[in-house]
């Protein structure tokens, strides 16, 4: 499971440089030439979960989603690692109630393995 909040429309520079230090060439891929070869990381899975201040819809509908979709296509999916699940949640800074919920959600994804 990878956990993020969104920062600046992205996933935060700290967790993108090390997502780039490790996903390289003998660990999640191999280089053939000066093209990809063999995806190292198939038969496992990932679950993003990507947290925000503003609507989850409106993210996924306005912003097409654009960090998360970055993340599942040219990191995890250009390694083999398949499928990938994401949950969205927004307005963060909602009711404690709300928050309770979304932990609670996650905390049955975590045990079911998802």
Known sequence: ????????????ALLKAFLEQTFRPGFAMTMESDKLGKKLLKDRSAHIVVT??????????????????????????????????SSVIGIVEGSAAKRRQWMDTMHALGRAGR
């Open 1 to 12: 499971m990878i956990l993020y909040p969104m920062w600046a429309g992205d996933v935060p």
């Open 52 to 85: 925000m201040g503003m609507p989850a819809l409106f993210y996924r509908w306005y912003f097409r989603a654009h960090s998360l979709k970055n993340l599942q296509r040219n990191i995890l999916g250009s390694s083999g690692i398949a499928p990938i699940r």
